[in-house]
């Protein structure tokens, strides 16, 4: 027997991408299917789109804009699938040989939450950059999909869930970061996960810095609730699983490692060893006096920057590898200035949070509905 797909699409005003999406959707050829969109705020396009996929999309429209969380579980109540597939109105669907909703319906058959491989719709240098992010995201939720089976965090752009596993969820709850929080209150309940590349999705990510940090800061703060929430849980993880937890941390915050070893490893060890190191050298060849020479000066300056290359280095590979898997664009002048810039403003911006969350978590205001 078939298993009944209820695609739920909330939309912000409009979005243009929502007219290709439905396409994708509506001639998909798994037919045990049905879909909802839901529109807060909606525009003359979004109701003109409506018009034109009336007869095979149910469309709600809400004068005022209620929340995504909000208006996706009244969304479920009146949904009818045994499975929920969400999908972000601002994506693509890559469609391949196969039926989308079929290949997520075959996927589910052994898993209570899965995942979706996500790109970035390459609009922009801005979106070019922020492409790695999502690298790592799809590189960490693979490894935990294989190592683990459950999942503390998803991206909630695309992913699917058994209804049953919703229902016992309680839905999604009024918090910044919801895709985040329902996995790991599924997480928690045992909830099989897994993380599916054989369909993907395109998202759209922002096209200028500004939107960039904006956005970055609302899941930062949003990030910096659900650490303190499940932080005792959070600790539990990493003491079972300290092997499989570590490697994922490394590969969300690539800005990580440099950061630490400025912080923990004292500069005059490593300075004295290095200038011990090429005066020795130099007893033996003459070619490494000018680097001692040079280097008796500007050791400092010179540990930062092998430090930074060294990291840069390893992750490059790592990178170009898992981009290769993926079947991810990958080109090291965007992922070096990734690495330079945006992921350690992200991580920052992760720091930042926590430290306001935690100390004046009422000044903590961001401009989004929940």
Known sequence: MSKKVSVFIPVYRESPFLESLLDSLVNDPYEDKEIHVVID??????????????????????????????????LAKHATGDIFLFLDSDIIIKNGDKSFLETVVEEMRDADIIEIKKDVIRDSLVAKITSY??????????????????????????????????????????????????????????????????????????STFREWFNQRKRWGIGTAFWFKEYFNLLKSVVREYPSIVLPVILFLFPALPPLLMNIFIPDEPFIKMFFIS????????????????????????????????????????????????????FNPLEFTAFYFVLAPLWLLIIIAGIIKVYVKPESANIDWKV
């Open 41 to 74: 705020e909606p525009t003359d396009k979004s109701i003109e789109t409506s018009r034109r996929f009336s007869e095979y999309v149910h469309f709600i429209f809400n004068g005022k804009r209620k929340g995504k969380a909000n208006v996706l579980n009244e």
């Open 133 to 206: 992010d999502y690298l790592s995201f799809s590189l960490s939720n693979w490894y935990i999909s294989k190592k683990i089976g459950k999942c503390l965090g998803i991206n909630g752009a695309a992913f699917a869930i058994r209804r049953e596993t919703f229902e016992s969820l309680g839905g999604f709850r009024r918090v910044i970061c919801e895709d985040l929080d329902i996995a790991t209150r599924s997480f928690i309940r045992g909830a099989r996960f897994k993380f599916v590349d054989k369909i993907a999705v395109s998202t759209k990510a922002p």
């Open 278 to 329: 090429l005066i020795l050298l130099s007893a033996r060849t003459s070619i490494f006096l000018p680097p001692a020479a040079f280097t008796s000066t500007t050791l400092s300056t010179l540990r930062n920057f092998l430090v930074m290359i060294g990291s840069l280095s390893v992750y490059s590979a790592l990178f170009y590898l898992i981009a290769r898997k993926f079947q991810f664009y």
